[in-house]
């Protein structure tokens, strides 16, 4: 029999749902908005490329939202299974986004069946695409919804506490709460960003495999900038977030950057290492940046950490995931600006084997900034589970048959992994493109193949 502490097996079995999740929750946001984009360039340019581009990524993203909906079942069953306590006292409260995402969800699905279905089936292409924008509306509000939620448990308002429950309830004023405008930005940003760093990484693979056309050229461009696009906005969203626990939650902004005592034009420190006296060392010093990033002011105080009870300080290693995630970002900003100046400078080649190389690598980093990321925010907000109102430890079930769950969902996710795995293997292994575009597309086909014989 084994012994284990509830608490702890909660924490990895939210943890392990949520990181699955999250890989699929991201590119149901991103997708989209790369699929009619491409659509509707398409249609613009009259070039069929980008119709295909739309087609084929549209398959794909339709086997990932099917393993999405799973795993965010799995989560709202899991919210009343593993955390009685919480939803007890906070389920009236985070009702109507949960419902609304769900809703969203729906609406989202409809159009997506509708859209995927109607191929070739209107006179004038664009009243396709016009199906496209509901699915990507559904997709970013599901986002939207969920996301004020995880917000409301950053900084709960919205209710009066009276005998331990949450009475005179305003949902609307729990769901736009302080954390909800850059926590909502910054995920939908970074989701598109992580669904076209995904799709370029895809492209410049096939392209370094030598089976790469003129096809797989457009497609690399094409999200390529639409990475820089998003990589920039996103970096915007990551300075409103700084400033944002500055003022709201300086303990998680402390903890993540180092910062063990309040003091004016604050260092911002790089990775890094700890002693026994929690002193750092081998780190990369940035002066005075961490009060530009916190305060828009390079002699602003920032709060330290001695300021916050140390038994409700975060763990001091979410450091490292802060770190991580702002690199990878700053690396996809680069590599993408890079590729679009070899673009445009006619005696570079665009298509070198070190810069594909890099970009394909832009893939698999960018969904594990996503996971550093939401790895920081939820460590980062302990020991709570509402901020100011409950511990983790107070929200955790005292069931003991918490390790019996943990192994039936990772049975499930495991399944689910080598099922998508196989899906989207069956729907494109050996139909590459050029045979697809021959079929669909003669014409286009052919002057394909003149321009890659010129």
Known sequence: MFEFDTVTMSRALTAMTLIFHAIFATIGVGVPVLVSTAELIGIKKKDSHYTLLARRWTRGYTITVAVGVVTGTAIGLQLSLIWPSFMRIAGNVIALPLFMETFAFFFEAIFLGIYLYTWDRFKKPIYHWLLSIPVVIGGTMSAFFITTVNSFMNTP?????????????????????????????????SSYLTAAAILAGIAAFIILMKKGTSYHKKALKLTVSMMFLFAILTAVAGDMSAKFLAEHQPEKLAAGEWHFETEEAADLVVFGTLNENNQVENAIRIPNALSF?????????????????????PPLWIHYMFDLMVSIGFYLLGISFLFLLFWKVKKWNPFHPILLWAIALAGPLSMLAVEFGWVFAEVGRQPWILRGFMTVAEGATTSPYVFEMFVLFAALYVVLAIGCIIALRKIFKNKPAELELEHRYPHTATATKEDERT
């Open 293 to 313: 990033l916190a305060h828009g002011d390079f002699n602003a105080e920032v709060e330290g950490l001695d300021e916050t009870p140390v038994d409700e300080q």
């Open 157 to 189: 308002q919205g209710f009066d506490l009276e005998g331990g429950r949450f009475t005179s309830v305003d949902p609307l004023k729990a769901m736009f709460n302080p954390a909800t405008p850059t926590k909502v930005f910054h995920v939908i940003s």
